[in-house]
């Protein structure tokens, strides 16, 4: 039982917090659809799109101008969403990182806090 | 390959379990956290000293090692992969196996502990462990047997079974239904399948399938709820959809006013019988150009599922790259037409929404109801393929459309321009085993929704009694209708357990027939069945002794179940019994005459013959499908058989054959239950002269054949799918005598049920009958006639002058008949 406690504490445990902090990645990439953010960054929104079709000076301006807007909303946008999926990485992966590193010390801050609990008691 | 089971290594995890996890561990555990956290509380709000400081950090420290130990002893055992598989098995080069190595930790723990050496001992407490724990229950609920009675059954029966031979029948069952690893559910099946367990389990009306079938419906449920609580699976983890999916596509307001996913029903989410049909749907749409399906299948197949999980897969990212993220809209065109008005404003709707669509990029149009845009004339249908044309051939609008297997044999498959843009993904009715699993998987959640038990023979039944019925409904949904409606009958009788005989009674109910009993008393009526059908019909004893042979033969179960249940050919002159035999029949072996069904197949002699049979594009319903499909169980008469044209034989070949016909619908018939009787007057020459006073010389069989076919009559294979060609002999005067009786007696009846009275039969009377009413000729016919035209008129006319009063027995001498007699 010893070897399969050591087995467990140290490779079949922290295998699975790994696979769980991956699965949790690949959640937070899914649900924010950062592939498709990244990809369609500058994207017209909803493909509201004009397109020219000849005219006066005037008009073409309008169209510039009404796709540049339609392209900025997207922007703005995407960017936010993007800036969300960053700030929840920046709290989810210490989060991550942490939690594996204390279970990997588990036993050892165990035994530690036996010792200095004896040093106060003692004292 | 010899198979022991040695799990010592193996048992040892289950002990660590079960001590790492306790009661006694998880006392302490509670009792230290709890006593941890008010050290802590203490320490914050109360006393700051160092003797709480180490009290409190003396409990954290055995909490947290406790948690551990607890944590280790919960997660690991029970969730460490046995090192071996089934595969591993199967691919072993060894003399000898382990199955404890590839058995899960329920298993090794079920089957108990043993020594050294596992021995009988060992074996029968491991048994008796295994049938008595708690994965032993689903299986003998389901099956309704009582398990102390399972433990006692196999004592008596399996004494002497070894671990060597248990271990070969675990590894057998686990062959027939397989899985990863060996569990208790394949244990609990080798011991059931065990060939000297056969007979005990014939007694409760089960059948090895049965059994397998158990053990399969107990390792899907067991492994679908463990599935739900692994939160942590990659599966379960994204299964959630994106955000802003659509922000790169174009608005659809139009299309949205119409467009919904239709609701589902508790069984449209199983797809077993389907699974492959929504990767064909999916690899189709995925195409770049020409990425459209018709999906064809009767309505209640489940096409509406099979939708639903294609909207799982495409909104949740495992449908196929080019797809995921995409809209999947759901229209009725039935509806989108109804708004438009006008036939121009259908149009200009039609036209609308597609444009919408493909505006926006990224929709999955499903469009049902396409029946109502495809209209009958020839010119509207052009036109409609013009405005479908472009949308269908480019890739920014992907079309599923679904379409019922009539719509599509007689209106889509000859439309050459719609086709060309369509692949076909057909639905074809479910056959009954996967109904079976499909109920199966169901069953828990209709069980709580209706407060019902409801065991597996009630399902058994309810897929066997509505195999052959109502076609033009198709599995699952039929089955699904019949048992929503007995289970609405069970709960209005307030039982808590939906039975077979709920689901019997329900089908006799629509079929009339009564299916229960059919099975039952089945075997009291063919054995008595001679002398039944003797009760009613005078003479042609080889005639009937052929009939129920054939049939005792077919139905103990010796008969291949593809065909139907007997196929003979009557031959023989006019009225010497042969539909009187089918009638009789109908009555003594469905329960009445009404069973019965008849076609003149003299009307089946031209080019059409065919199509007026089993339907066509301009008749979609045929006379022998629709009538086969009305009366499944029954007995189909078919006069003249050899008039018809070799068109249709060549189609009875198939019913003789298959047991059942496709109609130009592509609807599928059963005549498994039906008893078919193809009757011909050809030869009636040669029976005449060949049979006197009803004895029939050697070869004359053979002889008979031989006349037919070099008459080019019948063709030899049709000619040898009967199962027997029966002659009927001519009537002596002997048997026109006893004839005449039979018919007196039934007019007696007659005239007693209606008037209380009775004619007083005579053999001066039935004498003078047969001088007039005999001619060999003729058959039976004549007596008919006879007895209408002098005695039932001479009644007649009595009780109209009002000389009759009730109780008599009229007197009619023969001589004051005389003048009525027509000669």
Redesign the interface.
Do not use: C, K
């Given at each position: 039982?010893i070897a399969?406690?050591f087995h467990?504490?140290f490779v079949?445990?922290p295998r699975?917090l790994l696979?769980?902090m991956l699965?949790?990645q690949?959640?937070s990439l899914?649900?924010?659809?950062l592939k498709?953010?990244l990809t369609?960054l500058i994207?017209p929104?909803?493909?509201?799109k004009l397109s020219w079709q000849g005219g006066t000076p005037t008009q073409f301006a309008m169209t510039i101008a009404w796709n540049l807007i339609s392209r900025g909303i997207?922007l703005i946008?995407?960017t936010g969403?993007i800036i969300i999926w960053l700030i929840l990485e920046a709290i989810l992966i210490p989060i991550s990182i942490l939690t594996l590193l204390l279970f990997l010390l588990?036993?050892f801050?165990?035994?530690?806090?036996?010792a200095?609990?004896?040093?106060?008691?003692?004292? | 390959m010899n198979f022991v089971y040695d799990s010592r290594i193996r048992y040892q995890d289950v002990v660590s379990h079960r001590l790492l996890t306790s009661a006694p561990v998880k006392i302490t555990l509670t009792v230290l956290l709890l006593a941890a956290l008010l050290g802590w509380l203490s320490l914050l709000f109360f006393v700051s000293t160092n003797i709480m400081y180490g009290l409190a950090f003396l409990l954290t420290s055995l909490a947290g090692a406790n948690l551990l130990i607890f944590t280790f002893g919960a997660t690991y055992f029970k969730y460490l992969p046995p090192s071996k598989t089934l595969v591993d098995i199967s691919q072993s080069k060894t003399d000898q196996f382990n199955i404890a190595d590839a058995a899960t930790f329920e298993l090794i723990s079920a089957l108990g502990r043993h020594g050294r050496q596992p021995n009988k001992k060992h074996l029968d407490r491991g048994l008796r462990r295994l049938i008595k724990s708690k994965y032993s229950r689903f299986i003998t609920r389901r099956l309704e047997i009582d398990r102390q009675k399972l433990i006692a059954a196999f004592e008596t029966v399996l004494p002497d079974l070894t671990w060597p031979d248990f271990s070969a029948g675990i590894v057998k069952t686990a062959s027939l239904v397989p899985h990863r690893y060996l569990t208790p559910d394949h244990a609990l099946g080798a011991i059931m399948l065990h060939p000297a367990m056969q007979a005990v389990i014939r007694s409760i009306d089960l059948t090895d399938k049965d059994i397998t079938f158990a053990v399969w419906w107990g390792i899907e449920q067991r492994f679908g709820q463990q599935q739900k609580r692994r939160w942590w699976d990659a599966s379960r983890l994204l299964s959630f959809s994106g955000v802003g999916l659509s922000w790169a596509s174009g608005y659809t307001p139009f299309v949205d006013k119409f467009a919904r996913l239709p609701p589902g029903n508790i069984w449209d989410d199983q797809l077993l019988g389907h699974e492959t049909k929504v990767d064909e749907l999916i690899n189709t749409l995925a195409r770049q150009r020409q990425s459209n399906v018709l999906l064809v299948g009767d309505p209640g197949v489940g096409r509406i599922g099979i939708i639903r999980e294609l909207y799982r897969r495409v909104k949740f990212n495992y449908a196929h790259p080019d797809l995921n993220g995409h809209r999947l809209l759901y229209i009725n065109l039935g509806e989108l037409m109804a708004q438009g008005g006008t036939s121009a404003g259908q149009y200009s709707f039609v036209s609308q929404a597609l444009h919408e669509m493909e505006r926006a990029g990224n929709i999955i149009a499903v469009i049902d109801g396409l029946s109502s845009i495809l209209g009958r004339n020839k010119e509207q249908r052009v036109n409609l393929t013009d405005i479908l044309s472009p949308f269908l051939s480019s890739a920014a609008v992907r079309v599923v459309v679904i379409t019922s297997t009539e719509e599509y044999h007689l209106r889509l498959k000859t439309n050459q321009e719609l086709n060309h843009y369509f692949e076909v993904v057909m639905l074809p009715s479910l056959d009954p085993d996967a109904t079976l699993q499909r109920l199966a998987l169901t069953v828990p959640g209709i069980e709580k929704q209706s407060r019902l038990t409801i065991p597996y023979k009630t399902i058994r039944a309810l897929v066997r009694g509505t195999t052959s019925i109502l076609p033009q409904i198709p599995f699952p949904e039929r089955a699904f209708d019949f048992l929503e409606e007995a289970i609405v009958a069970a709960q209005q009788e307030k039982t808590a357990v939906l039975t077979p005989t709920h689901i019997q009674t329900l089908i006799s109910r629509k079929t009339g027939i009564n299916l229960g009993e059919l099975a039952s008393s089945e075997k009291a009526r063919l054995l008595n069945l001679e002398d039944i059908m003797h009760l009613r019909m005078v003479n042609q004893n080889h005639a009937i002794r052929a009939v129920v042979k054939a049939l005792v033969r077919a139905r103990a179960e010796v008969r291949s179940p593809k065909r139907p249940i007997g196929a003979f050919l009557f031959l023989g002159p006019t009225g010497v019994g042969k539909t009187e035999t089918a009638k009789t029949l109908a009555e003594a072996y469905f329960g009445s005459e009404d069973h019965m069904v008849r076609l003149d197949m003299s009307e089946f002699q031209g080019p059409d013959a065919v199509s007026s049979l089993i339907g066509s594009a301009d008749r979609p319903v045929g006379r022998l499908t629709s009538l086969i499909g009305d009366h499944p169980y029954t007995v189909l008469l078919l006069d003249e058989f050899e008039k018809a044209s070799p068109q249709v034989h060549q189609l009875f070949l198939q019913v003789f054959d298959e047991g059942r016909l496709t109609d130009a619908a592509g609807r599928n018939y059963s005549f498994l239950h039906s008893i078919i009787i193809a009757t011909s007057n050809a030869g009636a020459e040669f029976i005449r002269r060949a049979i006197k006073d009803g004895q029939v010389p050697d070869g004359f069989d053979a002889q008979l054949k031989d006349l037919i076919l070099s008459k080019n009559l019948l063709r030899p294979e049709l000619l040898n799918r009967f199962d027997d060609v029966i002659t009927y002999s001519p009537l002596t005067p002997e048997h026109i005598t006893a004839i005449a009786r039979l018919m007196l007696r039934s007019l007696n009846k007659r005239l007693d049920a209606r008037h209380g009275i009775t004619v007083k039969i005579t053999d001066e009377l039935v004498e003078f009958l047969v001088s007039i009413g005999y001619n060999p000729e003729f058959g039976a016919r004549p007596m008919n006639r006879a007895i209408q035209d002098t005695i039932e008129y001479s009644v007649a006319q009595q009780i109209i002058s009002g000389l009759t009063t009730p109780g008599q027995a009229i007197i009619l001498p023969p001589a004051s008949l005389e003048p009525l007699a027509k000669k």
């Open positions: 039982m399969q406690y467990w504490q079949y445990a699975w696979e769980l699965n949790l690949r959640a899914q649900i924010f659809s498709l953010m369609t994207a929104w909803h493909r509201d997207g946008i995407r969403v588990w036993p801050l165990s035994l530690i806090l036996f200095v609990s004896f040093g106060f008691l003692l004292s | -």
